[in-house]
């Protein structure tokens, strides 16, 4: 029983494999930009670059404050000894032996210590700041080759519906040559067009291709399969007034906090030079044991230091010197960002409101050429038309329908720009 059941188990098998083979590939994931955004900030090597450097800064903090604590070491210490000659009557060599555990600590050093551990910290606070800079900038990248794709692939159907119509149109040119009422420069001349039609579908899926590559690059996933996204390409008006953007930008952007927080440590750093001047006071005790023969004997010490710099080569004065230069550059440094920020603001906003009105414009335009092609169209298909003039009105159709795309990628890239310029998270 057992071996019949078993080719009809085997038919079966090959039969279910067959209709999973029969069934349509599964679709490719679809993200939306948001999603694009999230996996770039997870992804993209310069995450992980710029979080290393806020460990760095914070590692450095934990160094200043080491001066709070004790200082303690353990040393044990043996050496063989030979005399260099005879001058006690004895030649021998000798052992010796020492161990000890050292304690030392800083009493008072003028706020030194604090001093530091302040400028650190605020080089923590320029470091968290960088690291949201460049999230900002993978921000602005993601969005700008989101909308790239989205455009590339507007245009491709654009192409391909250009393409379509001159396929139309050589139907109608050869069906008309055959009945007599038309010539063979019709036929001929929508086989060209045709063909200029299919080479620029080829050329707008290869750059398709690019700008997928290119998306996925600046998300930092170049090695994974393709995935579609969603359309967002659509329009929609901002109300954002120019004054409000700008106190946006002055409070938000990240490069400025940055700026400010390195010009703040470089004014404490002046504060930390000049504490050379002043005296340091440290506390030191010590146990141990040493000797040449065991049992060695042991030992204590205890004590303090005042250390003070009587000169030391005009050192400390140099320092002085160096840190307010530093504080020169970082607040010239400051303001020239400052600058930046409102040109920035400025030229995002004036685009945003410029490419608004070219989408209206754009928008205005499909409508006029869609019916200068109906009109062309129809008049060729009553006979009373030529092909020059329904050549012409599809390309003038497809290249405002194109400009279009162009006008909404224009919008939406300048709004992208206009968001990092106020230091918008997203």
Request: charged residues 20%.
């Amino acid at each position: 029983m057992q071996k019949k059941m078993m080719p009809i188990i085997i038919l079966l098998l090959m039969l279910s494999q067959a209709a999973r083979a029969a069934d349509p590939a599964t679709p490719a994931p679809a993200y939306n930009l948001e999603q694009c955004i999230a996996v770039a900030l997870k992804k993209h090597p310069s995450i992980k670059e710029s979080a290393g450097g806020i460990k760095v800064s914070e590692s450095k903090v934990g160094q200043a404050k080491a001066n709070y604590y004790p200082q303690i070491n353990l040393s044990s210490n043996y050496q063989r000894i030979g005399p260099a000659s005879s001058y006690n009557g004895s030649t021998d060599s000798y052992n010796q032996y020492s161990t000890s555990v050292d304690l030392g600590i800083t009493l008072f050093d003028f706020g030194k210590t604090s001093t530091q551990v302040e400028i650190q910290n605020l080089g923590v606070n320029a470091s968290r700041a960088d690291y949201e800079d460049v999230k900002a900038q993978i921000i602005l990248n993601v969005k700008n080759a989101y909308y790239n794709l989205l455009q590339t692939q507007r245009n491709r159907d654009v192409a391909i519906d250009t393409m379509n119509q001159f396929q139309q149109h050589l139907e109608q040119a050869n069906a008309f040559f055959r009945i007599g009422t038309k010539p063979k420069f019709d036929v001929t001349k929508a086989e060209v067009d045709y063909g200029n039609a299919r080479l620029n579908v080829l050329k707008a899926e290869n750059a398709l291709r690019i700008a997928r590559i290119t998306l996925k690059d600046v998300m930092g996933i170049p090695e994974d399969p393709d995935f579609a996204i969603v359309d967002n390409l659509t329009f929609q008006k901002s109300d954002r007034q120019l004054s409000d953007a700008l106190k946006m930008a002055y409070s938000n952007r990240p490069n400025l906090r940055s700026a400010v927080a390195k010009r703040e440590a470089a004014d404490r750093s002046i504060e930390l030079a000049q504490k050379g001047y002043y005296p340091t006071l440290s506390g030191s005790a010590g146990y141990g044991f040493s000797g040449t023969d065991f049992p060695i004997e042991k030992g204590w010490n205890a004590g303090a230091s005042l250390s003070f710099p009587l000169f030391n080569g005009l050192s400390t004065k140099y320092q002085v010197d160096e840190a307010r230069a530093n504080l020169e550059v970082l607040s010239a440094n400051e303001d020239v960002i400052r600058q930046g920020i409102r040109l920035d603001v400025q030229q995002a906003y004036l685009n945003v409101q410029d490419t608004a009105e070219q989408i209206s414009m754009a928008e205005l335009t499909v409508l006029q050429a869609k019916e200068n092609y109906d009109l062309a169209e129809g008049r060729y298909r009553t006979g009373v038309g030529n092909p020059i003039e329904v050549a012409d009105s599809i390309i003038t159709l497809n290249n405002a329908r194109a400009s279009l795309n162009t006008a909404l990628y224009n919008y939406k890239i300048a709004q992208a720009a206009l968001d990092k310029a106020i230091g918008a998270k997203q």
